[in-house]
């Protein structure tokens, strides 16, 4: 092993600039980027997160350039003024030998640093991105998605801060796979952003004027219920305890035993496997209602609160 390889941190940051962007459907875009070191970009797949910061008006990047191994120190320490914003994304694609990688970002206009950088950025805008570095030997984190070894069935559920994690589910999971993706975002047409998988029901509702989660809620009762028709156990109902999503993150995910949290061979099957992100409002209404009303084991359920009604990410 090389003295770089053992120094190595699981992420990194990448100098990119924009070379491309290619409209998905009427609220989604695919940005792609281009840096010198892309090459060195670990392709893990599945619901992979990453950091792009945006630049201030005026302000470069030199400052977290100058400390990469302690970036994030760097950044803090900076003045509100000059802190470059960041916000968590999902790599939606990966090609180190072009050194070049796809991100989907969901648009609504000038609200917001991230859509309107994506709304009104020309190419050749330079970002800094935070990704997991290949040079890394082991496990780099920023994974969710953990099928169990042994699973009848899978739900896949969110919003469209969701949709580039679940189209990268989709193609990452086994052609075996049966279950379904259910799908609330902004349009019906933007369900041409997503993939498809011979095994898995894709089901995309348009939320139209109608609030987060009025179309996904009775959607994921009505499928849950569906994928679980023979397996209702009572017994497994239990108390769930509150999480105040306006003051804590919801953030609940299994472990994942292939990385060394368990034995894979030894885990029981498991009826359902689920993975739900997206508002956190309703993401807490739907761990509500397979834990605590339907009794799915909370070791075989992912859920994630990625933004909050009303707020803006915090970092």
């Known amino acids: 092993m090389t003295s770089s390889t053992q120094t190595a941190q699981p992420f990194r940051l990448f100098e990119v600039e924009l070379t491309a962007r290619t409209p998905l459907s009427e609220n989604f875009a695919r940005f792609t980027f281009t840096g010198p070191t892309l090459d060195r970009f670990a392709d893990n797949g599945y619901d992979q997160r990453i950091k792009l910061m945006f630049p201030r008006p005026g302000e470069g990047f030199a400052t977290l350039l100058a400390s990469p191994d302690d970036w994030y120190t760097a950044w803090r320490e900076l003045d509100d003024e000059s802190r470059p914003p960041m916000r968590t994304y999902t790599i939606r694609a990966v090609r180190p030998s072009l050194r070049?990688?796809?991100?989907?970002?969901?648009?609504?206009?000038?609200?917001?640093?991230?859509?309107a950088w994506a709304?009104?950025?020309?190419?050749?805008?330079?970002?800094?991105?935070?990704?997991?570095?290949a040079d890394f030997d082991g496990v780099h984190g920023g994974i969710d998605f953990h099928l169990p070894p042994r699973t009848g069935r899978v739900l896949v559920a969110g919003d469209e801060t969701a949709l580039p994690a679940i189209a990268n589910i989709i193609e990452a999971l086994p052609a075996s796979t049966k279950g379904c993706v259910l799908l609330e975002v902004p349009a019906d047409h933007d369900a041409t952003a997503l993939p498809s998988h011979d095994g898995l029901d894709v089901i995309v509702v348009g939320r139209g004027d109608a609030l987060h989660g009025e179309a996904l809620i009775?959607?994921?009762?009505q499928h849950a219920g569906r994928l679980l028709a023979?397996?209702?156990?009572?017994?497994?109902?239990?108390?769930?305890?509150?999480?105040d999503v306006d003051e804590e993150m919801l953030w609940?995910?299994?472990?994942?035993?292939?990385?060394?949290?368990?034995d894979?061979?030894?885990?029981?099957?498991?009826?359902?496997?689920?993975?739900?992100?997206g508002e956190a409002g309703?993401?807490?209404?739907?761990?509500?209602?397979?834990?605590?009303?339907r009794g799915v084991d909370r070791r075989s359920v992912a859920f994630m609160g990625y933004w909050r009604s009303g707020k803006s990410e915090q970092n």
């Open 230 to 243: 023979d397996h209702a156990d009572a017994s497994a109902l239990l108390e769930l305890e509150d999480v």
């Open 282 to 293: 309703v993401i807490k209404t739907l761990r509500r209602h397979l834990v605590a009303e």
């Open 119 to 133: 709304t009104t950025a020309p190419i050749g805008s330079p970002l800094l991105i935070t990704g997991p570095n």
């Open 218 to 221: 009775p959607l994921v009762k």
């Open 252 to 262: 609940e995910v299994p472990e994942d035993a292939s990385a060394g949290s368990g």
């Open 264 to 277: 894979a061979a030894g885990q029981p099957e498991t009826p359902l496997y689920a993975w739900l992100a």
């Open 100 to 115: 070049e990688i796809d991100i989907d970002i969901v648009l609504h206009g000038l609200t917001g640093v991230a859509s």
